[in-house]
């Protein structure tokens, strides 16, 4: 393949699958996975862009608790009612990033815990997942936890409430409308939130994102972080491919 050919693929294939690959070396034409020049000129490593999926990804960048909470408070709650509730939040507002940072408390606390996160278009869970949770839990506080409740049917999700209940079993769930369930917690994400994840990230890995890029943003895909984050990757790889161009030309 010529250099030209070369670097038209890295241009179309960089953006939309080097920050969520993680074997994306090996899925390259064979030629890639060579010191080549020009490629090492146009792809970064994942690690060196704060805002790639391995910095991000929930577990990853912590939750941004809004004044006067904190995972403790909230397990805590979680308990005193029953350990039923729902976490409700627009698509992309942080919802699966508190999970991750409820899980661990929930398990400090003595529970035994199940999750699974359900993508767009699931309408049932995973066959017998139900019958092997709760046969094989080792003690009485077992929760299961959904994210991604609203994907499935009512059905499923009136079976779902009824199962836990019969087996004495918590239940937590992520959605973006109510579901019936005791509220625990409603995400959103503000301008002033969204910086403040953005000043943690670029402090691990510095960026040459401005502040003006985040309000831009942020003005653009509203309270969805996931999409201003990955607004943010691209405006930092622009950024980057043409300080790597001018070095090249000044060379």
Known sequence: MRNGNANAYCNKLIASLFRNSENFMADLHPEFRTPHSAFRNLVPSRHSNPFATCWTRPGAIPFCFPPGQDAERLVRQLAEQHWRGEIVGPHGSGKSTLLAALVPQMRASGCEVHSITLHDGQRRLPRGWINRVLTMSATSHTILVLDGYEQLAPW????????????????????HAPTGLPPLIRTSSDLQLVERLVDILVQRVPSPVAPSDV????ACHGSNVREILFDLYDRHEQRMRARRTLGVCGT
């Open 156 to 175: 499923s999700r009136w079976w779902l409430k009824l199962r836990c209940r019969r087996a004495g079993a918590g239940l937590l769930v992520t959605s």
């Open 215 to 218: 309000v831009a943003s942020h």
